[in-house]
């Protein structure tokens, strides 16, 4: 029995490995986003101009041998700008999308399952909904930011509250569209079967609720990742975001907005990274959903 | 491209002079951008420039200022002064005489008793008015007769033109206001959103924070002004679609404001379809130094005298150093363009009150830098950041979110940088950072920071109260509720004196030598680091003529004066 | 299924209250101050004198309450009087809700603006779902087809570019470049006078909302169409397709008859949960066009701590927001047999 199931968990495994590969465009996203992801942590160690170096006499340039890129207004190089900032906006990114669906999935599903706390737990989320978010991060600011900076330094002290920030304030979508398929899910007659032979309730949710409810979180998840890094941005715009002399993808596009007749391609490069991040991304998504969904699998 | 702004400014002003005369409503119809909305109309009970300047083409004072600082009759024929009589010899009272034949836009006359009201709906004390500070030391405002209003003050001054002086001090109709006095004064939205004026124009339709739609006044007292039939004074957005609007698009005839990078505007104005004009009053961007001691450690004392002075900065060669390592011109380059210029002070302007004594520190001079720290005993240590007796040389520099002042404080980091100082910045949203919270950390009051920049301005031509913000009662703290002018919390009982001094004393040209050493003593013991004399940039169609631009009042003075090219 | 409906409905009025409640509390904690955009030249004694005025110096529950009386009992009886043209009581007295910025009444603000922000937003709402729902059909039906795959890229570009670059973009490019005179000039400020009254009329609205409409419908289209194509796509596997098919359907009926009317109803629930969002979700839109919608209402509020203007738009936001939560939920129940809710 033993042997059969470990046999059962690696081929399943395996399985999604397999269908996952069949997806050409999940593969692509997959090696762009690694790519972008290496050459975000790696690319500093080779290229090491500083990004907040200020050579004023290079200011508004094109691309060139020394600046790849071009400069800004300041003359600061855009291509280290651009690394560094990646790394940032990755971060972002990818932890404040965990955040958010951590927490959603685990509310929507505890709703979805538990009828009893279903009522208070979709209040909650009525009310996480209606708050404002600005006035919401002023507050989180003003009470956190002087004791995280002293725990954790100036730029960690921000991350962590940039994230949370955004993770508490992303939730709510996630929840509602678990909770959604779970209430549906729960009606099925394998749930009915696997009840009847008397599963407890934790199991229930890991081996029979959760796999089936992954596409809308796989769904979810890939559009937070979006929405985490542009709402760093229009938080850098507000003055709620990371210091002024760390780049970060949002803060770069906003930027050079205004710039657009000027420098064209300086509006082009951040806007072509947070894309290519957000499609692969994204591919990577509809790869997994396509494979983790057993009746997709192996067709 | 200064020099072309410059050529075409002279050359604007000078068409005025030689303008046809057209008949009053000819030309049609005028927009204009304001890209902050103008959310009331009522001056009283708003300070925001963007209420005060579009009321101003409705509701008008008795005298104002011209585009060069001098006092204008408006409502009046002659502006009162001792020589005239108009002055009492002892200072204490001012005798205005309105203009025969004047009428409110709905055809009744003005009288001196609309100015009376004015001067009451004020200084009511449950009304909450903004523009008090105007009104101070007035005991008593009474009409001698239908055409004159006397004012009396409780102490002599040496510059009575604060009451009805300026786009701040409009008259209104006493018939229209008669029941909005004191707490009322907000719930009269009808007359705050359309007041009744001698202006050239008045209100049709008001939609807050969005649009006024104006026509021109048939009571106005020039019977061939203004030129245009009607205006729409639109709102929103930011200055970059603003002067989008006026030099690329042609929507708008004029854009107030246009805060925005140097390049861009002349890239749009290269468009042929505007022209951007700047001019300056007295805005001057500038570091405020912290002489106590921000430590947070200090809780209940932090930023206060009572904590101690601060670890470094209160050594006049840091000071020094600090200041002469910055490269002020390239600043007002890159940020600026036309709408700043380097300055060593922080009275700019008007020109009698400029003084020369600190223009050393126009020019950047690193090595110097260098070696002021060094001669006093500031050491580099191991990780380039220079110290002294174990306090090292590091600073937490903030300022509000501004795309200008983030680059700056860029700039000035890399410079401080090379002299062996530690920058760390910081930047607040405009609404905390300008507000007055005191559960907030982020003031300017409470200046929790090392360094801290902004802009302060004095409205008018006379810098008296300006230069009283400095003595050693203005430190916020936390008994007065953080409340006060003194950021650095810079005391010196030679400069109390002297300010005390200055509030006595009549004669312009006594006056101009007080201010002058009051602003060389703030310089030269480094209470504060000026950098920019900023100026205001607007960007009017080339089509509209008749613009002349005017820091010292409202933008919108002449409107009356404008016509279609 | 009524006993849960009257059951919700009856809860939610506790809820609302308690979510006004907090909304205050947050607004009153937050560290803006209405004196911040006072220029320089107002001293802090003046200052003070302004926040007294406006009732900041009353203790924080009494400043609640005066609200809950103003938001909960005046203005309906306002309302009340304006739609049956009769007087309640002492109408003239009434202190309403005001702003402190334009001291005048918030809800005359809101029905103020309320015209242009269903023209843009509503409207590119509208043209959003029209867009999406066939191209999320056609998209899962034809499965990594090239239709799917350029589906799917146009929608993750427009969905992760955010409004204020495409606003700006087609600005520079159809206000800008394109002479004025040519007819694809178009305007980039939305004129909030203009009345419709006839054809040439119309047109011109037409012209001003067409930038602002593109710019938030493709983004909202994006959204729409991946939640309708992963819908569409779970239901395509299931077995009552292949019964339908075996049985000898057309392939249209199949598709359009069975398979959409299934997959509508989690995209319906979506679809009601995000109408909220056209009253104050979008906010640089309406600031790179200048609508000034009630979604820039909001940001100048917030901007201004104009508490009172803040707490009286987030609080109608949120019981949009619970309302529509309770059709949606109740929507759900009654287009999938299979949820029960009691």
């Known amino acids: ?299 | 491209m200064k020099i072309k702004s410059l050529v075409i400014g002279t050359a604007t002003a000078l068409s005025v002079a030689s303008m046809a005369m057209a008949d009053r409503g000819s030309d049609g119809h005028v927009n204009i951008i304001y890209w902050q909305a103008p959310s009331i109309l009522n001056p009283y009970l708003s300070g925001g420039t963007k209420d005060l300047e579009s009321s101003s083409m409705i509701i008008e004072p008795l005298a104002r200022y011209d585009q060069d600082g001098n006092l204008v009759p408006w409502l009046v024929d002659t502006i009162p002064t001792v020589d005239n009589g108009g002055v009492s010899a002892d200072l204490k009272t001012i005798t205005w005489k309105l203009s025969e034949g004047l009428k409110w836009s709905d055809g009744s006359a003005v009288t001196a008793h609309d100015v009376v009201f004015t001067a009451n709906y004020c200084m009511d004390p449950a009304g909450g008015c903004a523009q008090l500070n105007k009104l101070a030391d007035v005991e008593n405002v009474e009409a001698l007769d239908d055409h004159t209003v006397k004012v009396t003050f409780g102490v002599p001054k040496p510059f009575p033109y604060g009451p009805f002086v300026g786009s701040e001090q409009p008259i209104i109709q006493k018939a229209q206001f008669a029941d909005c006095m004191g707490a009322k004064a907000p719930e009269c939205t009808e007359q705050n959103f359309g007041p009744i004026g001698t202006g050239p124009f008045r209100v049709t339709e008001f939609k807050a924070n969005d649009v006024i739609s104006m026509e021109a006044n048939p009571m106005y007292r020039d019977p061939a002004k203004p030129a245009f039939a009607s205006v729409t004074f639109k709102g929103g957005g930011d200055a970059a679609a603003a002067a989008r609007t006026v030099l690329e698009t042609g929507e708008f005839d004029y854009a107030w404001n246009l805060q925005i990078d140097p390049a861009i505007l002349s890239d749009m104005e290269a468009a042929g379809k505007g022209t951007v004009i700047s001019s300056f009053g007295t805005a001057v961007e500038r570091l405020m130094v912290n002489l106590s001691n921000p430590d947070p450690a200090l809780g209940d004392k932090r930023s206060t005298l009572a904590g101690g002075p601060h670890p470094f900065l209160t050594d006049p060669a840091v000071r020094k150093a600090l200041s002469v390592s910055i490269d002020r011109s390239l600043l007002a380059e890159v940020g600026y363009g036309a709408a700043g210029k380097p300055t060593c002070n922080v009275v700019p302007g008007p020109a009698i009150y400029v003084s020369t004594a600190n223009d050393e520190c126009l020019v950047q001079d690193i090595a110097k830098a260098n070696n002021i720290l060094e001669a006093a005993g500031w050491k580099r240590g191991s990780d380039g950041i220079r110290a002294k007796d174990g306090v090292r040389l590091s600073i937490l520099y903030q300022t509000s979110t501004n795309a200008v002042r983030q680059d700056t404080q860029a700039f000035i980091k890399q410079w401080w940088s090379e002299i062996g100082v530690e920058t760390e910045l910081k930047n607040i949203s405009a609404s905390v950072f300008f507000g007055g919270d005191q559960s907030s950390p982020d003031t300017y009051q409470k200046h929790f920071s090392d360094i801290e920049m902004y802009t302060n301005i004095f409205s008018g031509t006379d810098p008296e109260a300006y230069m009283g913000s400095w003595v050693c009662s203005e430190h916020p703290t936390p008994e007065t509720n953080w409340m006060g002018n003194n950021m650095p919390r810079y005391c010196n009982a030679e400069y109390d004196a002297l300010v005390a001094e200055l509030a006595g004393t009549a004669n312009i040209d006594d006056r101009a030598r007080i201010v002058r050493t009051l602003n060389d003593m703030l310089m030269q013991e480094g209470a504060m680091i000026p950098l920019i004399h900023r100026g205001r940039v607007s960007a009017h169609s080339n089509k509209l003529g008749g613009v002349i631009q005017n820091t010292w009042d409202s933008e919108l003075w002449n409107v009356a004066d404008w016509y279609r090219n | 299924m009524l006993k849960y409906t009257i059951r919700r409905l009856i809860f939610t009025i506790p809820v609302l209250l308690f979510i006004s409640l907090v909304i205050f509390l947050l607004l009153d904690l937050s560290p803006g101050d209405p004196t911040a955009q006072l220029p320089m030249t107002v001293p802090p004694e003046v200052r003070e004198h302004i926040r007294q005025a406006l009732g900041l110096g009353e203790p924080m529950y009494w400043r609640y309450l005066m609200w809950c009386n103003q938001f909960f009992i005046i203005e309906p009886l306002n309302i009340i009087e304006q739609a049956w043209g009769i007087s309640i009581g002492d109408s003239a007295n009434r202190t309403r809700v005001m702003s402190w910025s334009t001291r005048s009444p918030v809800v005359d603000l809101i029905i103020e603006r309320t015209p242009q922000t269903l023209w843009v937003v509503g409207m590119s709402y509208i043209v959003g779902i029209i867009i999406a729902i066939p191209i999320g059909v056609i998209s899962a039906y034809r499965q990594y087809s090239w239709f799917d795959q350029t589906g799917t890229f146009i929608s993750m570009v427009g969905f992760s570019v955010p409004t204020f670059f495409t606003g700006v973009l087609l600005i520079v490019i159809f206000s800008t470049l394109v002479p004025t005179d040519s007819i694809f000039w178009l305007p980039s400020i939305y004129d909030t006078t203009h009345k419709v009254t006839d054809w040439d009329s119309f047109v011109f609205q037409i012209r001003q909302i067409i930038m602002p409409v593109f710019v938030l419908g493709l983004y909202n289209a994006s959204q729409i169409s991946r939640f309708m194509r992963a819908s569409m796509l779970d239901n395509l596997s299931l077995d009552y397709v292949r019964t339908a098919r075996a049985k000898g359907m057309k392939e249209r009926v199949v598709l359009l008859v069975h398979v959409l009317r299934n997959s509508l109803i989690p995209v319906v629930t979506v679809l009601a949960l995000n109408i909220p969002h056209v009253f104050g979700g979008a906010i640089i839109t309406e600031q790179v066009f200048k609508v000034n919608g009630l979604g820039a209402l909001l940001i100048l509020g917030i901007e201004g701590a104009d508490i009172p203007l803040v707490q009286t738009l987030t609080f109608i936001f949120a019981i949009l927001i619970v309302f529509f939560n309770l059709i949606a939920d109740v929507l759900y129940g009654i287009l999938d047999p299979r949820i029960r809710y009691d």
């Open chain 1, 1 to 299: 029995m033993t042997e059969e199931l470990s046999t059962k968990r690696s081929s399943q495994w395996r399985d999604v490995w397999l269908q996952f590969k069949t997806h050409r465009g999940a593969v692509i996203g997959m090696i762009v986003f690694f790519l972008i992801g290496f050459l975000v942590a790696f690319g500093p160690l080779f290229w090491t101009l500083d990004p907040n170096f200020i050579d004023i006499r290079a200011r508004n340039q094109g691309p060139s041998l020394l600046h790849p890129m071009g400069t800004d207004q300041l003359g600061r190089d855009t291509f280290s700008n651009l690394l560094a900032g990646g790394r940032v906006s990755l971060l972002v990114g990818v932890t404040a999308m965990a955040l958010s669906v951590l927490f959603g999935t685990l509310i929507g599903v505890i709703s979805g399952f538990f009828k009893r706390l279903d009522g208070p737990l979709m209040r909650l989320t009525d009310l996480f909904l209606a708050l404002p978010l600005l006035p919401l991060l002023l507050v989180m600011i003003m009470l956190f930011r002087d004791t995280l900076r002293g725990l954790f330094g100036p730029e960690t002290g921000i991350f962590i509250l940039i994230v949370s920030a955004i993770g508490l304030t992303s939730w709510m979508p996630i929840a509602r569209i678990v909770r959604g398929d779970v209430l549906a899910v729960k009606e099925r007659e394998f749930v009915l079967a696997a009840r009847s032979l008397g599963t407890h309730n934790t199991q229930m949710i890991t081996r029979h609720i959760l796999p089936n409810v992954m596409s809308p979180i796989m769904v979810s998840a890939t559009l937070s990742v979006a929405a985490a890094i542009i709402t760093e941005s229009a938080l850098s715009f507000l003055g709620l975001g990371f210091p002024s002399d760390f780049p970060t993808w949002g803060r770069l596009l906003y930027d050079s907005t205004n710039f657009m007749k000027l420098s064209p391609e300086r509006v082009i490069y951040p806007g072509l990274a947070i894309s290519l991040t957000v499609l692969s991304v994204n591919y990577i998504g509809d790869g997994l959903r396509d494979a983790l969904d057993p009746r997709i699998r192996g067709r």
